[in-house]
């Protein structure tokens, strides 16, 4: 077995034998006696896995040796522990700024010489075999993604009886338009994922015209201004749509998407639309896609013009004839015409090269100053939310199945569509799985991957699904994949379930599950809260009431009866709640042990909260439900939702201050109440 390899670079001999003896029945050991000598260790040595390195030397010293080492590269693939006697000397300092992974001080000790050793080397290689993973999943990724925008680019120009290539297109000038401008400046902070993000978000930068009339997306000649008046709603159109995912709306590939559908038709000087931005509050990712929607507008065919050649559509936006677009960007453009001509020419949006894809890598992982793994784990979160956003486009449920250890990895979407955890130990034991797959179901998954190869790593087949009180048949579609090993071993499976049916119904039933909450089934507070605001919307007479309701004592509950218990009380709460109100009424659990109430009272709102608060309170096996309610009349003023919020909890401290297991309404006299938490 081939020893890993070790410089040791000191001017003194005795160091380096030191060194040599404490090392040498493990390791390959090389030397150099400065950093010239090193330098040229380094060159000659490709496979060098670790280098004790002096600072203090002739000739040229560590700092130098560090310096090569950044400029070349060399310090991500080579770890460098430093020695010195001065362990809290700036030099120290210094060379950690400079990558240096650990310290040796002098004299050596063999334990802490070989811990720290050993340590280094372990943690590069888990950094090297994380650089490898976080590399095969952005490739694969990319790939999807690539299949993804050309299938998008269909449908969107289907209707616009184009050739489909306009979102590809702009797809190719967009990312070289970003690459060029992070060559030229760093105003804008674009890293290379930045880049990939922007580049897939601008295939649905028009997104918004599928809600435009074909006839008016295809007519022949000039739009009249009523028609480009309805013709430039597509920006916001594209932007809402973008907006409605609930489940996405936060995550950085939709925020981005959003950007460019709103404001690709913006220009620098401020007269672009919708909303008039001026400079750079137009965001950088809108800045780009509009040149590039423009540019390959004015190179395309259209049902109303013939194609402009390239050099006469650069030179008209160049010339402003377009409208003003970032004298940066316009350099951009000029400087790499040629380049745009020739990738365009190829006919085929531009995939991204492994070379590029270790660059994205590269960076993520060590230019961050929080860390190798902070940085990898925040690159592999962007990798997830491109994932679980196609997954939840194209209403497939995505997972990856590790044998050793067992564990099933499902996408967020999916995840939350069949009611699983999104990772689950050991899933062939899981209670919620098995009631989701079936025994029959989860045999033939392993049966099926069985059957798979390192030659033939794919598979699909059919089968049913229940959940949502549904069952549901489905596409299942497979690949293995196997370890290096000799013999190679299957190590996980990545795989997409498809539904046959259509899935509008499972999206509202989705949408429903997340305004809930799952422990009572009542509405969450935002949802109730949305509900209770549309209610009250224009509302001018008076009638109904905001309640807000504490549990008594629902700590005993937990401390004597435990937890589980605790939870029934809620439960128990929640039902006797629904049987005393209405189907009109809002019922919603707020959260811990609190609940909220909107009544549509017909009666006296004393009357509505005496009925709610005798049926709340009783036993409840061998503990007592007890509550404080609060009530909120909708009278007078006192209409929108803060102000019976406010008004409601008011008058819940006032029952508090009261003694517990009581109800009050508010009223005037519980303005004190309102003025002292004010106060506070």
């Known amino acids: 077995m081939q020893r890993e390899k070790i410089l040791i670079v000191d001017d003194s001999e005795m160091n380096r034998s030191i060194l040599t003896d404490m090392l040498g029945e493990e390791y390959e050991i090389l030397e150099a006696e400065d950093g010239v000598q090193a330098l040229a260790r380094l060159q000659e040595e490709r496979n060098i896995s670790l280098v004790l390195l002096d600072m203090v030397m002739p000739r040229m010293d560590g700092f130098k040796v560090l310096e090569y080492m950044n400029q070349t590269g060399r310090i991500q693939e080579v770890p460098v522990i430093m020695i010195s006697a001065e362990s809290g000397s700036q030099q120290v300092a210094k060379a950690y700024d400079m990558g240096v992974s650990d310290f040796i001080p002098r004299p050596f000790d063999a334990l802490i010489v070989r811990r720290r050793v050993v340590n280094t080397l372990l943690l590069y290689a ?93 007519k022949p000649g000039k739009l009249t201004p009523e028609e480009f008046e309805i013709m430039k709603t597509h920006a916001l159109q594209g932007a809402e749509i973008l907006d409605a995912i609930p489940i996405y709306r936060s995550d950085p590939l939709i925020r981005t998407a959003y950007e460019i559908c709103r404001w690709h038709h913006e220009r620098y000087d401020g007269r672009g639309y919708p909303d008039g931005l001026q400079g750079d509050a137009i965001p950088i990712s809108a800045q780009v ?36 677009f970032n004298p940066l960007l316009l350099q951009c453009l000029t400087e790499n015409s040629e380049q745009m001509r020739r990738e365009l020419a190829e006919g085929t949006a531009r995939s991204v090269t492994r070379r590029e894809i270790r660059n994205i890598v590269d960076e993520s992982i060590y230019t961050y100053h929080g860390g190798a793994s902070d940085r990898t784990l925040r690159l592999l979160d962007y990798e997830r939310t491109k994932y679980n956003f196609f997954s939840a486009m194209t209403h497939e449920i995505q997972f990856e199945y590790t044998f050793a250890p067992p564990m099933l990895n499902l996408a967020a979407w999916g995840a939350e569509m069949l009611g699983i955890d999104e990772i689950t130990m050991d899933p062939a034991r899981d209670r919620k799985i098995r009631s989701v797959l079936g025994v029959e179901n989860w045999n033939m998954l392993r049966n099926k991957i069985k059957q798979t190869t390192p030659e033939t790593p794919m598979c699909s087949y059919e089968c049913l699904l229940t959940y949502g009180g549904k069952t549901r048949w489905h596409e299942v579609h497979l690949r293995s994949i ?114 909220m109430l909107f009544l549509e009272c017909e009666l006296e709102v004393e009357s509505c909260a005496r009925r709610i608060f005798r049926s709340l309170c009783g036993p409840f096996h061998d503990f007592e439900i007890s509550a404080t309610i609060g009530i909120a009349p909708v009278k007078g003023d ?36 309102l003025a002292t938490k004010n106060d506070n």
């Open 289 to 324: 896609v509009s040149m590039a929607d423009v540019y390959d507008a004015l190179i395309s065919k259209r049902a109303y013009k013939e194609p402009i050649p390239h050099e006469t559509a650069v030179a008209m936006i160049a010339d402003g004839q377009c409208g003003a």
């Open 126 to 218: 888990k950094q090297k075999r994380l650089s490898a993973m976080v590399e095969e999943q952005i490739y694969e990724t990319e790939r999807r993604s690539s299949m993804m925008i050309e299938v998008l680019s269909r449908v969107v120009e289907f209707r616009n009886g184009e050739s489909g290539m306009h979102v590809l297109n702009v797809r190719l000038v967009t990312e070289l338009l970003l690459r060029a401008l992070t060559q030229r400046t760093d105003r804008y902070n674009l890293s290379s994922a930045d880049i990939a993000r922007i580049s897939i978000g601008s295939a649905l930068h028009d997104i918004g015209k599928i809600v435009i009339d074909e006839k008016l997306l295809n």
């Open 638 to 673: 006192n209409r929108t939702y803060e102000s019976l919020f406010r008004t409601a909890d008011a008058a819940l401290y006032a029952a508090k201050r009261e003694g517990r297991r009581r109800y009050r309404v508010y009223d005037e006299s519980m303005d004190d109440v």
């Open 482 to 595: 196997w370890s290096e090993d000799v013999p190679p071993k299957l190590e996980s499976v990545l795989g997409k379930a498809i539904d046959i049916h259509d899935t509008r119904e499972k999206m509202e039933e989705l949408e429903e599950r997340a305004a809930r909450d799952p422990m009572t089934g009542l509405l969450n507070r935002s949802a109730a809260q949305e509900k209770i605001v549309e209610r009250l919307k224009d509302r001018t007479e008076d009638g109904g009431a905001l309640a807000l309701i504490d549990l008594d004592f629902f700590k005993v509950a937990n401390d004597n009866h435990g937890h589980e218990f605790g939870d029934e009380v809620l439960k128990e709460v929640a039902r006797r709640l629904r049987h005393s109100v209405r189907g009109t009424d809002i019922v919603c659990r707020a959260g811990g042990d609190e609940f």
